[in-house]
């Protein structure tokens, strides 16, 4: 089995590093701009690995170190990349799995079925594990009345050492850029929705208590309205929420951000060059956020369920709690996020996961 994997940052190198160590895995392809360094006292069997450079932003450039006879691609790359790797993908017939959400490609789904070729994507950490955990709790009810997933990653308690009580183990334009999204959801059975500039208010935030973590703050995230069609239970799901956990007083500064418009991803021609508000606050932050040598983040999902099962009321309650293993190095994020998505393509090449 050949793969070629998209990417080779923070989640991709852990991607790389679960492949390595499978049996089914003849030779793994990297590409990105840079060749990552491997260390071998951690990464095994490091004969079946290979560097290509690649500018991903170059179409001619990505389609054909893509079409390179690989059974299966993992793309890591950023999210404003995914449309035009899963085109891609379709276009030359292989495998493709990835952690981003998958609005947006509904209309590839036939073309790939057509070449005979399965397009999974949502297979990291949230989304990934969390609708995994999900999909086998709805199979357990005969009916769903409620469904709320939670998902967070953060730096643990002993690392926090900043008023925004967060450090960074995914790019910080990409955090930002989830903060500033509306959310669709179902109270009551009514449906609601909150604008971007809304869901940072206190109002629209509540506590939940994590096992051996503490209380955090439960902020609205996108469109669980969407998932719960997804799995079916729209029919009968009275309350229904998807939510990003952090710790307690990140949500007043974010919400202060946006009110001042430094999240805006607008230019402006008298910053250096031309640069968005978001650009700079990126920039100034970053080497301050950055996760220290010997500190943990954790990774937390939590999933909980009530409806119906054997003609009773029951709930479900799953929690997920990662840390960082720092004997390899790896984040909580790398192991959450390249590792499912690993999984999910041996599946795939094993015929486990056979759907198109």
């Not at 799995?231 to 307690?248: A, D, H, N, Q």
């Not at 500190?295 to 937390?300: G, K, L, S």
């Not at 009530?306 to 799953?318: D, V």
């Amino acid at each position: 089995m050949k793969v070629l994997v998209l990417g080779c940052g923070m989640q991709g190198r852990a991607v790389i590093y679960d492949l390595l160590k499978s049996d089914i895995v003849t030779e793994i392809v990297g590409a990105d701009m840079v060749e990552p360094k491997l260390n071998p006292d951690i990464f095994s069997h490091l004969d079946k690995f290979s560097f290509v450079t690649i500018d991903a932003n170059d179409r001619i450039d990505l389609r054909k170190k893509m079409n390179c006879g690989a059974d299966i691609i993992l793309d890591m790359l950023p999210r404003e990349l995914t449309r035009i790797v899963t085109e891609l993908a379709v276009e030359i017939g292989t495998h493709l799995v990835n952690a981003n959400y998958g609005k947006g490609l509904d209309d590839l789904h036939d073309k790939a079925v057509a070449k005979g070729i399965s397009i999974m994507p949502e297979m990291g950490f949230d989304p990934g594990i969390d609708l995994v955990i999900a999909g086998e709790a709805v199979r357990q009810f005969d009916e769903i009345h409620e469904l709320h997933s939670y998902g967070g990653g953060l730096p643990e308690a002993a690392a926090i050492d900043n008023p925004l009580k967060y450090k960074i183990t995914w790019t910080f334009a990409g955090v930002l850029d989830s903060t500033n999204q509306p959310a669709r959801m179902m109270k009551n059975g009514e449906e609601i929705h909150i604008s971007a500039q809304d869901i940072y208010k206190v109002e629209n935030i509540h506590l939940v208590d994590i096992p051996g973590v503490g209380d955090l703050d439960a902020i609205y995230n996108r469109d669980a309205l969407l998932f719960a069609e997804k799995f079916g239970i729209e029919k009968t799901v009275k309350s229904t929420g998807r939510y990003t956990l952090r710790w307690p007083g990140f949500a007043p500064i974010i919400h202060t951000w946006m009110k001042f418009g430094m999240l805006s991803k607008e230019p402006l021609d008298w910053l250096p060059e031309n640069m968005s508000p978001q650009d700079y606050l990126c920039k100034l932050l970053e080497p301050q956020l950055e996760l220290g040598e010997q500190e943990r983040d954790v990774c937390i999902l939590r999933v909980d369920v009530k409806g119906i099962r054997n003609g009773q009321p029951e709930r479900y309650l799953y929690h997920v709690i990662d840390y960082r293993d720092l004997e390899t190095g790896f984040t909580a994020m790398n192991r959450t996020v390249g590792f499912p998505a690993s999984i999910a393509a041996q599946m795939i090449m094993k015929g486990e996961i056979s759907e198109k």
